[in-house]
């Protein structure tokens, strides 16, 4: 009993925050200025630190796998909040699509980081004396084949990845304070996996911070940085407001808040129906396919 209350308060006080207006508006800025103003308490820390390390436990176990522990932990809360909330496994697979979309865009964002290092790369021997520029020419495969070394430019990939996963999960997570307000069932498993993401969520910007105070030069982390905030911007803040997407986190559950409004009325995007026989104390439920609001009694 105690630690179900326990379980309770805990995620209905993390919803609460993460969902709160203050962190959806301006969470973004918070990682910019981890990215920006972080690498200046290098200045300032141990560098024999073990996150100094690259190969320390946190960097090889999490920083290199973030969007898989990503995709496990929100897409295991992702589904059960889909599915409690809408009853309909079409909606629920329309959500989950979101984070088929992160991870093409991932993958396709790393593609073109390691284009832009073979397109401003070049070969280098190692020597006794240090490294010495071959001048006949070799692409970076032809040169790392025959035990040389290739020197480009190389956007970093850990600050890009903790960024993006972060942004992410930030606006999955948010969903779960409307969610709590309709009194949607929220059991023992929805709630863990809600606080489990939201520790994820924690260690994410730690070692985000981590990684911009020790590891690569300020513009690649500034680049890194650029890309997955446009990458978050262009999905979450401009493509799935649109009909024509994958549903944001918020929008069907928002939706419903606002109909079951005392004293408002139901007020649908255009182009969507509610068919209202109840108020709301009744039984509400959302019809994907129809697009319909159905409120029963």
Not at 125 to 137: F, I
Not at 159 to 180: D, H, I, R
Not at 196 to 223: C, E, G, M, P, R
């Amino acid at each position: 009993m105690f630690l179900q209350k326990l379980l309770v308060w805990l995620s209905d006080g993390v919803a609460a925050f993460l969902g709160s207006q203050p962190m959806r508006s301006y969470y973004h800025l918070w990682l910019a200025c981890l990215v920006i103003f972080g690498p200046l308490l290098q200045f300032h820390v141990n560098p024999r630190l073990i996150f100094a390390n690259k190969r320390n436990y946190f960097h090889v176990r999490l920083v290199e796998s973030a969007w898989s522990w990503t995709l496990l932990l929100t897409g295991g809360y992702l589904l059960l909040l889909a599915y409690l909330s809408s009853g309909s496994l079409l909606t629920t697979l329309r959500h989950f699509s979101r984070l088929t979309v992160g991870t093409g865009l991932r993958l396709l964002c790393d593609r073109a980081f390691s284009w832009l290092e073979a397109a401003t790369g070049s070969c280098f021997r190692p020597t006794a004396q240090g490294l010495l520029l071959l001048s006949e020419p070799l692409d970076r495969d032809g040169c790392l084949r025959q035990g040389h070394v290739w020197l480009g430019y190389r956007v970093s990939a850990e600050s890009f990845l903790l960024t993006y996963a972060s942004l992410v999960l930030a606006e999955e997570l948010s969903a779960f304070k409307p969610y709590l307000r309709l009194r949607f069932p929220a059991g023992a498993p929805l709630r863990l996996l809600y606080l489990l993401a939201a520790t994820l969520l924690l260690l994410w910007n730690a070692l985000l911070l981590a990684s911009v105070v020790f590891f690569h030069q300020y513009s690649q982390k500034i680049v890194a940085a650029g890309c997955a905030q446009l990458c978050w911007h262009l999905t979450y803040r401009r493509w799935y407001l649109t009909r024509y997407s994958p549903p944001a986190p918020t929008h069907d559950l928002l939706l419903l808040l606002l109909l079951l409004r005392p004293g408002s009325g139901p007020h649908p995007r255009p182009g969507r129906r509610c068919v209202c026989g109840a108020g709301a104390g009744g039984e509400v439920s959302w019809e994907s396919t129809t697009e319909t609001l159905l409120c029963r009694e």
